[in-house]
């Protein structure tokens, strides 16, 4: 019964922000690896940030480094990705995911092993 719920996206203008949720249900969010991740047409899905709680480590990509942060709130068993200063190549939609089996931020982020995927929400930055 363990599900994952993305929420927050919306249109925004280029240098705006916004903060994305990811709800987890069924499952203790707190020690697993959190990633999310982003897809825009005609394009693979990448690795944006992950969070991991087995050696903790973070992973930023670097298109996104600087200006995106990643969280969690465990009384909540919430993600967040907090995103600033929004660009129109961050167009896509995004998606959360959680990994049960220990593994690193960056390996989850490059190596895309979640477990659990949530359904997206779709982040457009325009003018």
């Known amino acids: 019964q363990l599900q994952v719920a993305e929420s927050g996206g919306g249109l925004v203008q280029p240098g705006g922000s916004l903060r994305l949720s990811c709800a987890v249900s069924g499952a203790t969010l707190r020690n697993f690896t959190i990633g999310w991740f982003r897809q825009a047409p005609g394009k693979e899905r990448e690795g944006v940030s992950c969070?991991?709680?087995?050696?903790?480590?973070?992973y930023y990509s670097d298109f996104v480094k600087g200006r995106f942060t990643i969280s969690r709130d465990n009384a909540k068993n919430t993600a967040y990705l907090q995103m600033h200063n929004l660009k129109p190549e961050d167009t896509a939609m995004y998606y959360c995911a959680i990994e049960i089996l220990p593994t690193t931020a960056q390996e989850m982020c490059i190596m895309d092993p979640g477990d659990f995927w949530g359904q997206g929400t779709q982040v457009t930055v325009s003018s």
């Open positions: 969070s991991s709680r087995s050696d903790g480590s973070t």
